[in-house]
């Protein structure tokens, strides 16, 4: 089998036959036999991976795909990006794990992460090292505002993902992964996030003046509002797992008043949005706000390494030796990674590409509006989600969503779903994905959607080469 490993050699995606092909078919029914029931990638996505570079995986029948999953977003590279390779492949031979002593590249790596902050705001944060997810970089975040504030309760908004331990799932609006988990973190309130594609008041767009910020404002100050002053409000600035969904910049600075005003910390998950995936190095530089507390992992490392950490004002920093540990919270290999990812950031412009882009999938997404099973295109920098609608009444398409999925990846294209019902097809290409690759996924997404939705049902179009027509500078 050919390598990838230089993938100049690359000739576009291929698919032959069915998919699973029959060696995946084998490692998928493993599987099943010997792992979890809570798996989920694999079920919609039936392939086993044998190998990856850059936006390319390749299956273990030889199929090869582009990759506009990316690891969930880790990936922010692409896979094994080559700088970051040689730079774990040199810590490895030195350091591996260091718990939190403090080691060279442990403390690059933090300078380095406080050198992406806005200026004003460098000085005034501090770098705790969570346990390598981001889960547990939210259990820290809460539990930094509850010791800092001493208060106990949580303000967190309807579509929101957090994770999965029982405090960030807490957070979270998924319903169905909470409801059978008895016992879960008292104190949790949520409130609508500004979803205007269906809004969670029951408001037409035009008639809308930020009712959902209105609503907080006055529960937070009303004296039988039923909520006490909470520890924190956590927000996503673009819900990930919700469906892709931008906060209107109007109720982020309203929020960011509120919290203000009242003394309440505001903490930012940015552990999908960050690290240059809405096109700056976190999102909420865009919405001229200034959190507390950042949360921040996934593409930290750009390598999948696992790391997480939270950024935040050092006002807050009242917890006492021990308030929050993890293991594997000193994963040097990360840190080395990270350190060269920040430099791949600068030298490789990664932030124009984002921009440049994501001006070139909102061209070409741009062209999906008038579909009539398309009910919303949305997106920032190289975070995009196209929701899925019937068109009689609007209610949710989750099933043609799923063909439209397992139609793209029969021709070669990798994407997960999100959102409510998962209706919403979720585009994260790594930040540095070339033109033409964003043409030919686009092209496959296009024809899929197209084909699905089609009178005839064409969902089981056989797999076919979508060549992309070049409309990019
Ligand atoms: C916004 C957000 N926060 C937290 C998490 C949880 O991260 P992890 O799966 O690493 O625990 C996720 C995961 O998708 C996420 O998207």
Known sequence: MASLRHHGTWDGPRVRGDLPGPRSAALLARQDRHESNARTYPRHLPIAIQEASGPYVRDVDGNVFLDFLSGAGVLSLGHNHPALVRAVIEQLDRLTHG??????VKDEFTQSQLSMLPPGLRDRMKVHFCGPTGA???????KLCKIAT????IVSFQGGFHGSSSAAMALTGLVAQKRPVANGLPGVHFFPYPYCARCPVGLEPHACDISCATY??????????????????????VLGEGGVVPMRAEFARRVRQLTAELGIPLIVDEVQTGCGRTGTWFAFEQYGITPDVIIASKALSGIGAPVAVILYDRRLDSWAPGAHTGTFRGNQLAFAAGVEAIRVFHREDVAGNVRRRGQQMARILAGLVDRPWVHEVRGRGLMWGIELAHPADGRPATAMARRVQAHALRNGLIFELGGRDDCVVRLMPPLNVDADVVDT?????????????SDDGAGHAPSAAVHAHRNHE
């Open 150 to 153: 001493g208060r106990s309760d």
């Open 136 to 142: 547990n970089a939210v259990e820290a975040a809460i």
């Open 441 to 453: 996924a686009c092209a496959i997404l296009l024809a899929a959607i197209d084909t699905c939705t």
């Open 216 to 237: 907080l404002e006055r529960s937070l100050t009303d004296s039988h509002g039923g909520i006490p002053l909470p520890a924190a409000v956590i927000l996503e600035l």
């Open 99 to 104: 718990l939190d002593f403090p080691t060279p």
